[in-house]
């Protein structure tokens, strides 16, 4: 059996990355209405008759851009970033990477909103590792010319855009540009400070054809492990082992004994929802990984030590006493404390992993409560008729002892003394 749970896993974790290696490109997703009717969008068109634009993967930003090549061998590229930035304080990144889609490495264009300034101040920065923990973020030159930057707060239709003329060197791929973009809401004078760490910020990069506007969407590919991770979770830890539960409580004596069928049913419960939900967290394992610089430190927790106490349990069916056994009682003890506190763990982390989805979640609760649901009611039905056989019984029990006779055994002494030898009679009452 364990085995079979050790190459199940393998199995699972081998389809989700090939998912990802087979996954097609992305192909434009034309930008919609609103960015298209900027003065700033408007502006760059009129320059140009074959200028791109699509919607952005997460924080509803949109892209345009243009490009041709230089005398020099060189790429002069025309970008136009937005995103509906409504308040008074916040910034807005755009970058790329010649190395990897990634924020570290990356030469980035940020503009920078603050109350009461009449023009949005805007200026290139590199963004390395020493930003990421946490040290002061100041503009800095970057290894092209970037000229033209401007920032177009456009409050009619409620864009926040930056627009700029960058000239590549031959190092730049146009083909497999990495560009990455970031939305900010808090900064300190003209410093841009920590953005939101939501999943949305995390998925915020690509690899963009700049001729075709295909693109090869780093986002995408982890939404799609996370839903893969989150079924896996679902159902294994969430459905499958409260299953298993479930019977071990009302299949083993009250209200229905199964025996010894119910520990066959609770067996394969539990032992193919640990696979299962090892599968998924193995995955997000891999997830955590891949977004080192952003860790969701309580949900990975509380994975951790779902996955022990589950591994506990699974090892449990191996060294279980037998009935005749002094250890059994605690063996009992150790078993369904474990058991009844993953019930109250595995919910608390699958609603933090669902709340991780925002805004996209709303699907994912809705389905996780109605599992929910379906468990309590099944619950809620086996604990009445169980409290129902047992008053039952006890009521039947209690009505047949008082309508049986009763002996009642008299010792008497003809001398009112007990003595040896004395005689006794025994008389039967009927009630």
Same mark, same amino acid.
């Given at each position: 059996?364990?085995?079979?749970?050790? &190459?199940?896993?393998?199995?699972?974790?081998?389809?989700?990355?090939?998912? +990802?290696? $087979?996954?097609?490109?992305?192909?434009?997703? %034309?930008?919609n209405g609103d960015f298209l009717h900027t003065q700033a969008y408007r502006q760059m068109q009129n320059q140009t008759n074959t200028t791109h634009c699509k919607k952005l993967s997460s924080l509803q930003a949109q892209f345009a851009w243009n490009y041709h090549k230089t005398s020099h061998n060189q790429t002069q590229l025309n970008i136009l970033i937005g995103t509906k930035l409504i308040t008074?304080?916040?910034?807005?990144?755009?970058?790329? &990477?010649?190395?990897?889609?990634?924020?570290?490495?990356?030469?980035?264009? +940020?503009? $920078?909103?603050?109350?009461?300034?009449?023009? %949005?101040?805007?200026?290139?920065?590199?963004?390395?590792?020493?930003?990421?923990?946490?040290?002061?973020?100041?503009?800095s030159g970057i290894d092209f010319m970037v000229q033209n930057m401007t920032v177009v707060d456009d409050k009619d239709v409620g864009f926040f855009s930056v627009f700029a003329t960058l000239v590549l060197p031959q190092r730049y791929n146009v083909s497999s540009l990495n560009h990455v973009w970031q939305v900010g809401y808090c900064v300190d004078g003209l410093e841009p400070k920590m953005h939101e760490t939501s999943l949305g910020n995390l998925d915020s990069k690509e690899v963009?054809?700049?001729?075709?506007?295909?693109?090869?969407?780093?986002?995408?590919?982890?939404?799609?492990?996370?839903?893969?991770?989150?079924?896996?979770?679902?159902?294994?830890?969430?459905?499958?082992?409260?299953l298993g539960v479930i019977v071990a409580r009302y299949f083993k004596q009250f209200p229905i004994k199964l025996d010894p069928c119910w520990y066959y049913f609770h067996y394969c419960c539990q032992v193919v929802g640990y696979i299962l939900g090892t599968a998924g967290w193995g995955l997000g394992l891999f997830l955590g990984h891949e977004s080192k610089y952003y860790t969701f430190h309580s949900h990975r927790v509380l994975g951790i030590c779902i996955f022990g106490f589950t591994t506990l349990q699974i090892l449990a069916f191996q060294f279980k006493p037998t009935q005749e056994d002094e250890y059994r009682k605690h063996w009992n003890v150790y078993h369904h404390f474990l058991g009844y506190a993953l019930l109250v763990m595995i919910p608390v982390n699958i609603y933090k992993g669902i709340k991780l989805l925002k805004p996209n979640n709303i699907t994912w609760k809705w389905t996780y409560n109605g599992i929910l649901v379906l468990?309590?009611?099944?619950?809620?039905?086996?604990?009445?008729?169980?409290?129902?056989?047992?008053?039952?019984?006890?009521?039947?029990?209690?009505?047949?002892e008082e309508s049986s006779p009763r002996r009642v055994e008299i010792e008497e002494d003809n001398k009112g003394q007990t003595k040896e030898g004395s005689s006794s009679r025994t008389i039967e009452v009927q009630e």
């Amino acid at each position: 059996m364990q085995s079979f749970a050790l &190459n199940t896993i393998f199995i699972l974790i081998s389809l989700s990355h090939l998912s +990802i290696v $087979v996954s097609s490109s992305k192909p434009l997703n %034309p930008c919609n209405g609103d960015f298209l009717h900027t003065q700033a969008y408007r502006q760059m068109q009129n320059q140009t008759n074959t200028t791109h634009c699509k919607k952005l993967s997460s924080l509803q930003a949109q892209f345009a851009w243009n490009y041709h090549k230089t005398s020099h061998n060189q790429t002069q590229l025309n970008i136009l970033i937005g995103t509906k930035l409504i308040t008074n304080m916040g910034w807005l990144a755009w970058g790329i &990477n010649p190395d990897l889609p990634r924020m570290v490495g990356t030469r980035a264009i +940020i503009a $920078v909103k603050v109350p009461n300034q009449i023009t %949005p101040s805007v200026n290139t920065y590199n963004i390395t590792k020493d930003i990421q923990l946490g040290c002061k973020f100041q503009p800095s030159g970057i290894d092209f010319m970037v000229q033209n930057m401007t920032v177009v707060d456009d409050k009619d239709v409620g864009f926040f855009s930056v627009f700029a003329t960058l000239v590549l060197p031959q190092r730049y791929n146009v083909s497999s540009l990495n560009h990455v973009w970031q939305v900010g809401y808090c900064v300190d004078g003209l410093e841009p400070k920590m953005h939101e760490t939501s999943l949305g910020n995390l998925d915020s990069k690509e690899v963009l054809d700049l001729e075709t506007g295909d693109c090869q969407n780093i986002g995408q590919h982890r939404r799609h492990m996370r839903k893969i991770h989150g079924i896996l979770n679902i159902i294994g830890w969430g459905t499958l082992m409260p299953l298993g539960v479930i019977v071990a409580r009302y299949f083993k004596q009250f209200p229905i004994k199964l025996d010894p069928c119910w520990y066959y049913f609770h067996y394969c419960c539990q032992v193919v929802g640990y696979i299962l939900g090892t599968a998924g967290w193995g995955l997000g394992l891999f997830l955590g990984h891949e977004s080192k610089y952003y860790t969701f430190h309580s949900h990975r927790v509380l994975g951790i030590c779902i996955f022990g106490f589950t591994t506990l349990q699974i090892l449990a069916f191996q060294f279980k006493p037998t009935q005749e056994d002094e250890y059994r009682k605690h063996w009992n003890v150790y078993h369904h404390f474990l058991g009844y506190a993953l019930l109250v763990m595995i919910p608390v982390n699958i609603y933090k992993g669902i709340k991780l989805l925002k805004p996209n979640n709303i699907t994912w609760k809705w389905t996780y409560n109605g599992i929910l649901v379906l468990l309590g009611v099944v619950v809620l039905a086996l604990e009445i008729v169980t409290w129902a056989i047992f008053l039952y019984k006890k009521c039947c029990k209690k009505t047949v002892e008082e309508s049986s006779p009763r002996r009642v055994e008299i010792e008497e002494d003809n001398k009112g003394q007990t003595k040896e030898g004395s005689s006794s009679r025994t008389i039967e009452v009927q009630e």
